[in-house]
């Protein structure tokens, strides 16, 4: 037992939608700063996991606890001052249609902040520069390509340096050079602020170079079936959906 | 050594490739000239055993044969495919094959394929056996109720969830008040300048039109009894105290309400709310408030602006069909007119700014996440707030009336 409670805590959650039951009795914890990876294949509710997690969605029972604080029967103020301290970056990236990129970003900040508006354009262009959108500040979501919407959402997503970050496939459909900046921006970001970033991804390089510790979901098992740092789940277990998931590209060493 | 394997490979590649290529494309080439060589299926009949020769080239996306027209009236009980001419097939030929093996299992016909590819025969295989009747109801569901949001089985869940949006709407205005700095003026200006000035011209000519038109019935009627003067009368209250506030209202209900609907429901469909909620903003704050209140300083507004265009259009119609002359309308008219009939309008469209904003936020939140769910909404958006400015109008106009308003 620690004694600083888990960032994250999930005690026996049942999520899914309406009708069926996606997850079963998933209970998983993440210590603060920890580099946090959910895999498993197509399908098998990691989304609908982040949904849950961030409260958009109402686990049938179970809990999940922030810092110790429990979010799931929490009042809407307690819930609103945990949502300031995460930042959520969606599959499709769900960057505010009517709003350039500066406005996109800065409207985390106009709420939550009390930053004179010349400091929130240079923070602006900081968090732009930093997933390399330098200079994109005027354009619309539509009038940039699939991965820098990505990145823009990602922008978003640490507009407020949140103490949690969830990031939905934040790599895919990005170059592999723009890939290794993100990455290394993610690990940049824990190293200095101490975050926690939990992330989903199927790309195993990337699994390998940033996770500290990942769960294996599985739709069938409607839960865990693997848990640990990838390497130790990778190379010691002999489940072939495991066995299979990492074997075409394990690296060399 | 390394070059020599290389062009070694090349050579082989090459040959390969002609090899490949020549006996496809000499019937390719002709198969696109003449439409007879393009496949080839007979039949041929005898004393109940039918053999099938398929030869030639088959495409999907070419017209299949008519499977009936190949074996016409003949009664057979034993099919062979024959293959040998075959050149070229995609997946169009397997599924003619599944097609007919189906066929002659209802006619308990032996289909024998035996001469037929390995390949092709296991490729036959792998198409599903059709239910088609669970095809048939999955149809059926889809179009039970044909009424976008008014299916009347959840009604009460629906009038539960109305209540509810209305109050969140409520508590988030007095939060607002608290703290008005927080308002989305920007937004509000955006969509007051939507169901303000870009309304101008259809609210003016719909009002000066439905005015004349008032007008030329009451001056027809009127006429008959010699009280022409009384059109004054008709039209002025009329529209003051009904049509210009309708009028104004039923085109916002189409414009504006549709608008804030299909707005709100493509934000749903694109995740957008999710990531407002995420970061902590009410999505009530962010998206219902400014169209409301946009809503509900510009109603009053087009209201007084449809009076006047009503007023001109039944003088015009007026000077043209009774003997009043315009200084004799205004008179009367002012005369008339007092500012609880102008301020009938001004309430009427305040309450009918309410409905319209409430409709449209409200059926844009309650979208289904497909695009098909945005039109839907911004559908039922128009329907509602429609039906609720009639209903509403019904019940106001004799309420004033017993108040003496
Ligand atoms: N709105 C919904 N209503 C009902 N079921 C849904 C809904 N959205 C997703 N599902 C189902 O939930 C399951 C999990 O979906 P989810 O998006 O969480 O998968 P995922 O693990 O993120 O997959 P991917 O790797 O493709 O992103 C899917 O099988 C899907 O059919
Ligand atoms: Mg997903």
Known sequence: MESTP??????RLHCGYENVVLLKDLSFSVTSGEVFFIIGQNGCGKSTLLRHLVGLQEPFSGTIRYFG????????????????????????DALWSSMDLSQNLALPMEEHTNITPGMRA???????????????????????????????ALARAIALDPEIIFLDEPTVGLDPVTARRINELILRIREQLGTTIVIVSHILSHIFALADRLIFLDRKQQGVI????????ANSNDDPRITEFFHQQLPSK | MAEIEHRQLLTDLNTLATEAKEPKALPNAQVMQSEGQRRQVKIDVQSGHATLWIGGVWRLVEPLPDWSSVVGEESVDRLVVRTDRLEHWDSSLPLFLNEMEDWCRERDIDFVTDEVPAELRQLMSRFPKLNRSIQKRSEEASVVFPWPGLGFPTIGAEIKAILAFIGNTFLSFVSLLTRPGRFRWRDCLIEMVQCGPHALFIVGLLSFLIGGTLSFQGAIQLEQLGADIYVVDLVSLAVMREIGALITAVVLAGRTGAAFAAQIANMKVGGEIDALETVGIPSIDFLVLPRLIALLLMMPLMTLYADCLGM???????????????LEFWVKAKALLGLNDVGLGIIKSIIFALLIGFAGCYRGFQSERTSAGVGAAATSAVVTGILLIIVANAILSPIAKILGI
């Open chain 1, 6 to 11: 888990p960032a994250i805590e999930s005690d």
């Open chain 1, 69 to 92: 604080a429990n979010f799931t029967d929490c009042e809407p103020s307690g819930r609103l001052e945990l949502l300031k301290r995460f930042g959520v970056l969606f599959q499709n």
């Open chain 1, 122 to 152: 240079k923070m602006v262009s900081f968090k732009l520069e930093q997933v390399g959108l330098k200079g994109y500040e005027t354009y619309f979501p539509r009038e940039l390509s699939g991965g820098m919407r990505k990145r823009a």
């Open chain 1, 226 to 233: 693997a848990e640990g740092a990838p390497r130790q789940v």
């Open chain 2, 312 to 326: 001109i259009g039944g003088l015009m119609v007026a000077l043209s069909t009774v003997d009043v002359s315009a």
